[in-house]
């Protein structure tokens, strides 16, 4: 039986339409996992017929991570790369490679 390669990055799980629009295969809960192993607790919602999307990452010594929509940043639609902290984006990088 031949296999399949998905390729995917972890930026979808914060993005409204990732993932196919969340007809694809997705992987959100494996980045709130990730997430959560490291310390973090992080939560995510369905987004209607989208994506399930990450909505929330508190670190219990800085508190929530994720910005609230504003004019610069408005989540499920902007690069989370934008505002994530650095260490956060490392994190995701390292286990989570593209």
Avoid at 40 to 55: C, K, M, P, Q, Y
Avoid at 63 to 88: F, H, I, N, T
């Amino acid at each position: 039986m031949p296999s399949t390669t998905i390729n995917w990055s972890c930026t979808e799980a914060f993005d409204k339409f990732g993932f196919d629009d969340g007809d694809g295969l997705v992987m959100t809960w494996h980045v709130v996992d990730i997430l959560t192993a490291a310390g973090f607790e992080a939560e995510a919602d369905s987004w209607g017929l989208h994506n399930v999307v990450i909505t929330s990452i508190v670190c219990p010594a800085r508190g929530e991570l994720m910005p609230e929509d504003g004019d610069e940043v408005c989540v499920g639609y902007s690069d989370p790369r934008g505002y994530l902290p650095k260490d956060v984006i490392a994190l995701l990088d390292r286990e989570l490679p593209d």
